[in-house]
């Protein structure tokens, strides 16, 4: 079984601190994701990697930054939190190449920022 | 650029009704197109899929085709229960494209 796992369920942070979220995925998967999950809006891609080291920004990548430097890893950097940030953040993982692949996501983290 | 458009909730129905989410999509070429359930307090997992023109993806008692004449893919399932209260999304991936653009969602509630 696929498993993507998310390091916090629930966070609580203030304004202008630096947040990290972390994703493992077990299956070695080429691709990651972060997306955020706000009500009516659905699901939006915030940043993507198809590799190590490669990064891809999503349709709205600014206020965060990612990191990966293992292929297991994906962390999303939230550089100086601010209140319009307090969303629920999906990882998700998925094989490269072929658009039948699925993605795989992790239980969500609902970050609260005050 | 790719878009999905589903049909807005939300949904309330009896247990054993007949249960349609309407869902729509543009994009160029020919996608593989997805449904996705949330079930409360969990990620999203994929419900099903289909990958051409004509295919129908089933489970769960699920099912949906992928009708390209209308661009549609719209979820059925024939009796639902209590236990498929979740939010369900639509999803689209193109070829050569490793992102999948999602719908908004629809939250469906079945009461006893």
């Known amino acids: 079984d696929v498993k993507v796992t998310q390091s916090s369920r629930y966070l609580v942070k203030r304004t202008g601190e630096k947040v990290f979220l972390e994703c493992v995925q077990d299956?070695?998967?080429?691709?990651m994701f972060w997306y955020r999950q706000d009500p009516g809006l659905g699901l939006r891609l915030i940043y993507f990697?198809?590799?190590?080291?490669?990064?891809e920004k999503g349709d709205i990548p600014e206020g965060y930054s990612v990191s990966r430097e293992k292929k297991e890893r994906f962390s999303l950097i939230l550089e100086s939190a601010s209140t319009n940030q307090t969303s629920m953040y999906l990882c998700?993982?998925?094989?490269?190449?072929?658009?039948?692949?699925?993605?795989?996501f992790g239980p969500g983290t609902r970050l609260t920022v005050t | 650029g790719d878009s999905v458009t589903q049909m807005e909730g939300p949904v309330t129905l009896s247990e054993e009704a007949f249960l349609t989410i309407n869902c729509t999509y543009t994009?160029?070429?020919?996608?593989?197109l997805f449904w996705y359930v949330q079930y409360p307090g969990e990620g999203l997992q994929l419900l099903l899929k289909?990958?051409?023109?004509?295919d129908k993806g089933s489970n769960k008692g699920f099912e949906a085709t992928y009708r390209k004449e209308t661009t549609s893919f719209h979820l059925e399932k024939g009796s639902v229960q209590v236990s498929d209260s979740a939010v369900y999304f639509c999803?689209?991936?193109?070829?050569?494209?490793?992102?999948?653009?999602f719908g908004t969602g629809t939250r469906l509630t079945i009461i006893p």
């Open positions: 990697s198809y590799d190590v080291k490669m990064k």
């Open positions: 994009a160029t070429g020919y996608p593989s």
């Open positions: 289909a990958t051409k023109a004509d």
């Open positions: 998700a993982s998925s094989p490269g190449g072929g658009s039948s692949y699925e993605q795989y």
């Open positions: 999803a689209l991936r193109r070829r050569g494209n490793e992102k999948l653009t």
């Open positions: 299956m070695d998967h080429e691709n």
